[in-house]
């Protein structure tokens, strides 16, 4: 095959790709090249295929390589993959002579038997690295441990690995799977919005697959809607004008361990007699909001005066909300009122300088101000929590 396969392995990237896995990132890049007519599954035939209109596909597999490197000479991650490919083909799983295989890993990684593969393309190539797998072999003392794999590829007939090989290949070029995806907008989006673009298209292509399969049914998007509905998001939302989120949501035992601490937010909560559920997503918010504010000034995305005028706005509507429901809720106790303030405050979405913020955001800067004492839910919340902040 003549597909892109790197020479170099000087290169690393980090992970995880703007909060996602690497399967939902190529998912996306199919979704946004590949042809109007065709249609990109997930976890189906393979860990990404693209089903082309003329019945043929491109099945492939996804490997980070982060810690090790997936294309050496006796790698399981190489080995696996060939093995698993030659099964669905006898199998019939797939149809060969309508397949293109692909084994895509990231960062930059190389070996020798994979680019031997890589490179084969006629009967005598292919004979001769068939001859070289077993060469290698018999120099070693011991069997590798994906000898499994490797016999499973050997034990295939000549019109087999024929068959297979010739329409296999092996990418390997870029240091962050984002790359290629990134490669999409450059010429049409400025640079600081790339990766804002980029987080939106990842985050709708994983949002269709993850709605399948929670139906039931293989994930498999087509093109065409696809792209439609991604170009009316874009337009719907300014996302040059949206600020990504790069936090990652805490599990359930961070977020119960913090409860356990109780900080002043959460007894803030405390006093009005928020649910545990309610205090649980206070501290998500809480946490990914305190995260997202130091990368989007890191970033140079978002100014410090800007984020003091946004508290402020949320300040005001706090004060807002607080005499609306004491006006037309007074005969209520200040225990009532004081969880509906807070109620009402959880769902609001305030934009920064005009550019819309994620979800959890406005609401991971109240209980934030709320930390501080800025603001309270219950009318005594000072009294009721001291001077210094203890009950």
């Known amino acids: ?3 892109a396969l790197a020479l170099s392995t000087k290169h690393s990237a980090a992970g995880p790709y703007l909060g996602f896995a690497l399967q939902p990132v190529r998912l996306c890049y199919y979704l946004l090249c590949s042809p109007d007519d065709a249609t990109v599954s997930l976890e189906h035939l393979d860990d990404v295929a693209v089903h082309y209109s003329d019945e ?7 490997k980070s390589a982060l810690s090790h490197n997936a294309l050496s000479d006796w790698s399981g991650d190489f080995w696996k993959a060939i093995a698993n490919w030659l099964d669905a083909i006898r199998a019939q799983q ?24 890589h490179t084969a393309a006629t009967p005598q190539e292919v004979l001769k690295f068939t001859e070289s797998v077993r060469a290698k072999l018999a120099k070693k003392a011991e069997p590798p441990k994906c000898m499994v794999h490797v016999q499973r590829f050997l034990d295939a007939t000549d019109d087999e690995r024929l068959a297979f090989v010739q329409r296999m290949s092996v990418v390997s070029t870029d240091v962050d799977p984002l790359d290629s995806l990134r490669a999409l907008f450059v010429a ?20 269709r697959a993850d709605r399948c399969i929670r139906r039931g049914v293989p994930a498999i998007i087509g093109v065409a809607e696809f792209r439609k509905d991604f170009h009316a998001f874009v337009q719907r ?50 946490m990914r909001t305190s995260s997202d504010k130091a990368k989007w000034a890191d970033q140079g995305l978002v100014f410090e005066g800007s984020l003091k005028e946004w508290e402020d706005s949320l300040l005001r509507r706090h004060a807002a909300i607080q005499g609306e429901i004491n006006d037309l809720h007074g005969d209520n106790t200040e225990l009532v009122r004081g969880r509906t303030i807070y109620n009402r405050c959880s769902t609001l979405e305030v934009q920064i300088d005009s550019r819309a913020v994620p979800g959890h955001f406005t609401h991971g800067g109240f209980n934030d101000l709320a930390d501080r ?6 009318p005594q919340f000072k009294k009721l929590l001291g001077e210094g902040g203890e009950e």
């Open 1 to 3: 095959m003549t597909s």
């Open 373 to 378: 004492q800025e603001l309270g839910w219950h």
């Open 188 to 207: 049409a989006v400025p640079a600081s919005s790339i990766d804002i673009i980029c987080e939106a298209a990842i985050g709708m292509a994983k949002e």
């Open 56 to 62: 043929t596909v491109v099945v492939e597999q996804c």
């Open 237 to 286: 939302n300014n996302l040059v004008g949206y600020l990504p989120s790069f936090s990652i949501t805490p599990t359930e035992d961070e977020a119960k361990e913090i409860l356990m601490g109780k900080p002043v937010f959460v007894r803030q909560l405390q006093l009005v007699e928020a649910s545990q559920e309610q205090q649980i997503r206070a501290i998500s918010d809480f």
């Open 94 to 117: 797939i149809a060969v002579d309508k397949a293109a295989f692909t084994l895509y890993v990231t960062p930059v990684r190389a070996g020798k038997l994979a680019t031997a593969m």
